[in-house]
């Protein structure tokens, strides 16, 4: 275990259900104080790292199973550690992380395992271990030599306002409607920044619950009409009929990070085809 | 009960500024959440919403007559709160899913099942944090013992961070890559009854 300072060792037996009375200074200033609360967060993923990684004795095994397991959303952060633990185990080298993890179980096994998924093709392993190819396109269309030339033919535009600022908002307020014509093959959104003066942005792109989120990083504003905009070019084909949500962190000159700043929500009408 | 209307005198009475006040209330309802978890609350969601609604039907003398710390208010009616649910876990059956538990033979399947799901959500979620949070994650979480620890002090140093600051990007890595994949493993629809069983 790594060496821990007075306060975290409070905090470590508080979550360890070995605090009397204290725990209400404990619970009241988590409450008061949002970076004590951080950094009680920050000594519970320790324990769970150490009880994961078998660096803890039996009886505090024993009071971490008691008072760190009893709900689901506990015992989530535990299979996830696990499985951060697993994976960073077995990438040693990009790629092989799971044929690490497969070899340090059960080594016929992993054998056989192996071979059927070689037999079924590498190619659904390769897919889910490289980059989305539209993670590809849309960092190429958003790089800023492609950003500042003109629009194309077929290139659809349109301006959108944030629906919440700092997760503060209606999220379906005033929720805009696209009708993407046929044949077009980028959409250009200009994000009105209302305000925000961040160096650049990093952006997600959330597209209903069945799709994983896109990301592309250090989108810079362009002046228009004398408002900041950010102009953000996506794949028409990433944007499939219903709800998405582009949420913008701010990145400042030293690369630190203001995060989910402005939000923006909008439909996708219909067939695009 | 919380209603737009009652929201905003909510905020009104945490803050001044709605945007401070906002982020008050986030914070409060978050850590509400998360004491009612480590009280071992079962539903620790609902209880913090309880906790909420409770005060805001004090709000008309909160904002009269309170004088101190909002958050310190929340933590009372928290305190409150909490012996009543003890006291009813302690008094009822506890909620499903293990009531009726599948047939050990299905129940391995489906533990197969959701670990490879949760694997391939790790490595796709892993794939999507920025580059620089991949690599950190990747270096902090491969060692044990000894070698973690010597392994923590380098990379703290290579990165010209103290120990407790490298803690601290790895714990904001930790909270986007842990979103991301219980995002992903509800879009996979993970059986919730063995995603979550005690190992």
Redesign the interface.
Known sequence: M?ELDDEQRLIRR??MGQLGPER?RV??R???D?DY??RV??VE??LF?DFV???MSAPERESF?E??????????????TK???????A?RRPGA??IG?LMSEHKLGAALALAALLLLGSFAAYR?????PL?TELARLNSRDAISAQPGPSVYAETLTASR????G?RNDGEKELTIPPGTEVVLLHLALSGDDSESY?VTLTRG??E??L?I?GVRPVSADGAKVLPVKIPSRALTAGPHELTLSGVALDGSLDENILSYTFRVAGDKK | MLT?ETFERLLAWLDAD??RA??KY???H???I??F??K???D?EAWADEVVDRVVEKLPELAADYKG?P??Y??GV??RAANECRREQFTHEPLSPTLNPPAPEIRDEEEEKTSST???????C???L?RAERKL??????W??QK??DA?RDLAKELGLK?GAL??K??RA?AK??E???D?M??KGAD?TI?????
């Open positions: 790594e508080y979550l209400e619970e009241e988590m409450l008061a949002p609360f951080d967060l920050i993923e320790g790292e990684f078998g660096d199973n008072h760190l397991l009893s709900s689901p959303r506990q015992v989530k952060k535990l299979e996830i499985a951060l633990k697993n994976y960073a185990g990438t992380w799971w993890s889910m271990l490289m980059r989305d993670e600022f700092r997760g503060l209606a990093n619950a069945k994983w989120p990301h990083e | 737009s709605r945007e906002g982020e986030r914070h409060i978050r850590t509400l998360q004491i978890v480590w071992r609350c079962m620790a710390n958050a310190l929340f933590y928290a305190k949760l694997t391939e959500c790790t490595a796709g892993m794939a999507r920025m994650l990747r270096r902090y979480y491969r044990r013992g973690k620890i923590h120990p803690r601290v790895v714990h930790r890559l842990d991301c994949i219980i992903c509800q879009r919730e995603w979550w069983k005690k190992t």
